[in-house]
């Protein structure tokens, strides 16, 4: 038996190690719907700043042979020994909901005074208005295991909303809250479904002056019922909680005419907000505008001259099955990824609204303003 | 890179391993050497050309030293003073000779309140400090005859550089390791000895440690000032089990690694939650650590008769002495087991060597006393139960380690407020219970593991069941390293 302890540890070892080395990859994760670490380059400043080693054991993890399989047991493990909260998900039988750090108070004053400055400066000629979407934990807070506390992320907003100048603020945590019973947010991916669209719509529909059409004026089509979202790709648990993507049709005329995507290789059109390609992938939300670009233009078979500039995170997306229904055009624009080269495909002036629309945890963790792009 | 990481477990260890047996046994120090540097430069790469001028150094100051003592120089201590100080001023002053030599920025300090502690940033490369403590017992050993100089550099250099002991210990003295290093046969008993302690130690650490710091950092995050007492109190312990299997997670590794390659390094902690006293639990806490400031510090300080003659107030100066340089040391070390690179330094390290100094020395006093002759415990035949002094010996124990968190030292006055009731706070709150239930299993595995049950529960079934015990151990060891496995992803 000690023989085997020996032989068995150094088997392990030399296979692991051989066939994580031996097996080709294409340097995607499937399930886990991200890149993987490239193998890194040695350099004598990659190895004097440490990056090297610190990439080197990224690449090993990435890499590792049946790495899904534990990272998937490593789920498990943890839920077995009573965790409920995993990479910052927590856990329960109905769904994943993710928790939500707050940012520094530095960076949301910048991010206050970015928008006030945009506000300020078209206030004469556009209407600036802004909604942050809480995330689910906000809506579902019952379902949080017991004893636990949150961050207050209607406080946060309307401390948002207070100290914002010149621009129409939209609180969408009340229609959100009345309707918790339906299904409003994916159970394993942080985005609204399309019915949660339809709530931000109608959520919107004051301040931005449209009148929102009755849901049952929309045929339902379910594309998928095996949806696995994102909040499952990163703890790689919650099969059985499946979600459905649903699209919504308007039973009238077809609102769009054509969806134009700027990026850095040109731009791509496709005559439809349904990219059903991606109903085959991992990633299947993306069937809603797909892969979007930087700047990506929507334009409706609605001729009423009216145009919406909109920056935003995915939470835009599946809000196209509406808005083009009250506008000529529709801009949605990705202050992350903007870049110089495209900036100029978008005039401000060209618009008769602005809307900064985000869900909160982007807003706060995530998004980048640069004062040069707004 | 750490032990417990993937690049190690499946890059560099099977490489060198398999190379290491594949090789004659003659180039075996050699490649072992060049094996220590390649990892401890990619652990530390801005500090390994200080760590090869140092074992240059050290080399032939253990041979002048010993040339002065055979030819009995009358100046012989000189040569024993002057590389004893200069390691130790690498050691103290690392960041400053860095700063002026190379320019190396260091981090700017948040200020805190004059009256509570000042700060100061030092960056001590990682290993630094146990590699200083080596080549010192190596020197005096030498001075006091104790062993000869080593005059085979590459065995010098291993016996200092030897990348298993390199990162955090244990610390071995020359004369335990000379054998070893000259030739040792890898016995299969060792070799397995040496994997189950690499996989115990894997799992402390992966398993135990990582996850009982999370509960940690969950109370850290908390805010200080209206934290309940009792919450405060399950971080304490929650930091002083990261501690405890952070370190002897890391020293297991070390020992198993080095059972791999044929030395026999000593164990470093014996379950000293185990321990009924203070005085016990250090007797049992990083216990090469410990003997090397017994032996070095205490002793030589203690029995010198130039200073005090009261040997009881001696004492007692020489423990609160040695007990402020192994907070100090304690300081400079903490954390940088796990995050690789510099650590604050904080002069509460010095308030954690005071502590436990004056803890240990009353101690001292207690044990004098015959509890049989005070009238009630006379009278009412009372004894002073085990459990008792468990409790008295974890709660001074976790306690005295939160004077160990470098991080902020506001933070900590409001700790130790807490702790102690000091400041009007509620008993527990509804988030005592989730912190509570949602770690429950892995504070219930923390206290198993830092106890000898398990040991003992081994020892029982090994002689009464010998054929199934075996296979029991074997699945074990391999379900424990399998769950290990998936933390390293």
């Known amino acids: ?39 890194p380059k040695v350099t004598l400043q990659s190895i004097k700043d440490k990056t090297f080693i610190a990439d080197y054991d990224k690449f090993i993890s990435d890499h590792l042979i049946y790495v899904d399989e534990l990272l998937k047991c490593k789920a498990k493990i943890e839920l077995f020994i009573g965790k409920d909260r995993i990479n ?27 928008i006030n400055y945009f506000a300020d400066i078209y206030k004469d000629v556009l209407q600036t208005n802004i909604m942050l979407v809480p995330t689910a934990i906000e809506i579902y807070e019952n379902e949080l295991p017991q004893y636990t506390t949150k961050f207050d992320q209607l406080e946060y907003i309307n401390y948002i909303y207070s100290n914002l100048s010149n621009s129409s603020t939209n609180l969408a ?27 931000l719509y109608t959520a919107l529909s004051k301040e931005l002056g449209y009148k929102p059409m009755a849901v049952d004026r929309f045929n339902i089509e379910y594309a998928s019922h095996n949806f696995l979202g994102n909040l499952h790709s990163r703890i790689l648990y919650g099969e059985h909680l499946q979600d459905s993507i649903s699209l919504y ?20 059109n496709n005559n439809s907000i349904f990219f059903r390609e991606f109903i085959n992938t991992k990633n299947q939300n993306n069937v809603f505008l797909g892969e979007r670009d930087a700047i990506c233009r929507v334009r409706g078979t609605n001729k009423n001259g009216k145009k919406l500039l909109i920056f935003c995170d995915e939470t835009a997306n599946s809000l196209m099955q509406f808005l083009p229904l009250h ?30 629309l985000y869900d909160l945890n982007y807003f706060m963790n995530e998004l980048i303003i640069t004062l040069q792009f707004l | 890179m750490t032990f417990a990481s993937a690049s190690f477990l499946f890059a560099f260890l099977p490489i060198v391993l398999f190379t290491y047996y594949g090789i004659p046994i003659r180039a075996r120090n050699v490649f072992l050497l060049g094996s220590s540097l390649v990892f401890y430069t990619l652990a530390e790469p801005n500090y390994i050309y200080i760590l090869i001028l140092t074992t240059i150094f050290n080399f032939i100051s253990g041979i002048v030293i ?17 590389p004893i100080i200069i390691n130790l001023i690498i050691l103290i002053y690392f960041k400053d000779i860095l700063q002026t030599i190379f320019g190396i920025d260091q981090t700017p300090v948040t200020p805190v309140p ?15 400090s146990y590699y200083i403590l080596m080549v010192i017992s190596y020197l005096i050993d030498i001075y006091q005859n104790r062993i000869i100089a080593e005059t085979n550099f590459i065995n010098f250099s291993l016996y200092i550089l030897l990348f298993p002991k390199i990162i955090a210990g244990p610390i071995t003295k020359y004369g335990d390791m000379k054998k070893s290093l000259e030739n040792r046969i890898v016995y299969v008993d060792n070799l397995t000895i040496g994997v189950e302690y690499f996989i115990f130690g894997l799992f402390k650490k992966v398993i135990l440690s990582n996850n009982i710091t999370l509960l940690w950092e969950s109370v850290y995050a908390l805010e200080f000032t209206s934290i309940p007492f009792a919450t405060a109190w399950l971080g304490a312990i929650a930091f002083s089990f990261t501690l405890y299997f952070d370190m002897s997670g890391y020293s297991d590794m070390a020992i198993g690694i080095g059972k791999m390659f044929g030395f026999n390094l000593p164990n470093n902690f014996n379950y000293p939650y185990i321990a009924t006293n203070v005085t016990e639990f250090f007797k049992r806490w990083h216990m090469t650590l410990l003997s090397w400031f017994d032996n070095y510090i205490f002793i030589p300080l203690n029995t010198n008769q130039f200073l005090i003659k009261y040997t009881k107030l001696k004492t007692i100066l020489c423990t609160m002495f040695t007990w402020v340089v192994i907070g100090i040391w304690h300081g400079v070390t903490a954390g940088s087991v796990s995050n690789f690179g510099g650590v604050t330094f904080n002069i509460n390290f010095i308030l954690f060597g005071l502590y436990f100094g004056s803890i240990i020395s009353l101690e001292m006093y207690i044990r004098e006393i015959n509890f049989e002759k005070i009238i009630l415990f006379k009278k009412f035949k009372l004894k002073i139960h085990k459990i008792v002094k468990h409790i008295y010996t974890i709660v001074i124990v976790t306690f005295g380690f939160v ?7 506001i933070k900590l006055n409001e700790l130790v407020k807490s702790m102690l009731f000091l400041n009007n706070n509620e008993f527990a709150n509804t988030q005592t219970i989730h912190l509570l239930l949602s770690n429950i299993v892995i504070l219930i595995l923390c206290v198993l593991c830092s106890t000898d049950i398990i040991k003992k529960t081994n020892q029982k079934y090994s002689q009464s069941s010998k054929k199934l015990f075996p296979i029991i151990k074997y699945i074990t060891t391999f379900a424990i390293f399998f769950i290990s496995l998936c933390y390293l992803v």
């Open chain 1, 173 to 199: 945590n009340p229609q959100l809250i009345s309707n918790s019973a339906s299904y409003l947010y994916y159970k394993t991916d942080t985005n609204l479904t399309s019915y949660g669209s339809y709530v």
């Open chain 1, 327 to 356: 506008y000529e055009e529709i801009a949605l624009v990705d202050l992350n990824s903007l870049q110089n080269t495209i900036f100029n495909e978008i005039d401000v002036f060209d618009y008769d609204q602005v809307l900064f």
């Open chain 2, 114 to 128: 004059p009256l509570i502690i000042t700060t100061t940033k030092i960056l001590i490369p990682i290993g630094i």
């Open chain 2, 66 to 82: 010993e040339k002065s003592c055979i030819n009995d120089f009358k100046y012989k201590v000189v040569f024993l003073i002057v």
């Open chain 1, 1 to 39: 038996m000690k023989n085997l302890t020996v032989i068995t540890f150094f088997a392990i070892l030399f296979f692991m190690s051989y066939l994580t080395f031996s097996t080709p990859s294409n340097g995607f994760s499937e399930l886990q719907n991200r890149y993987l670490h490239p193998p």
């Open chain 2, 403 to 409: 004077l160990l968190d470098p991080t902020n030292l």
């Open chain 1, 88 to 114: 910052n998900i927590y856990v329960n039988e109905n769904m994943l909901l993710e928790d939500i750090n707050q940012n520094s108070q530095n960076d949301t004053d910048y991010k206050i005074s970015a």
């Open chain 1, 249 to 268: 049709h308007y039973s009238g005329d077809n609102p769009i005419q054509d969806v134009l995507n700027y990026g850095s290789s040109g731009i791509k």
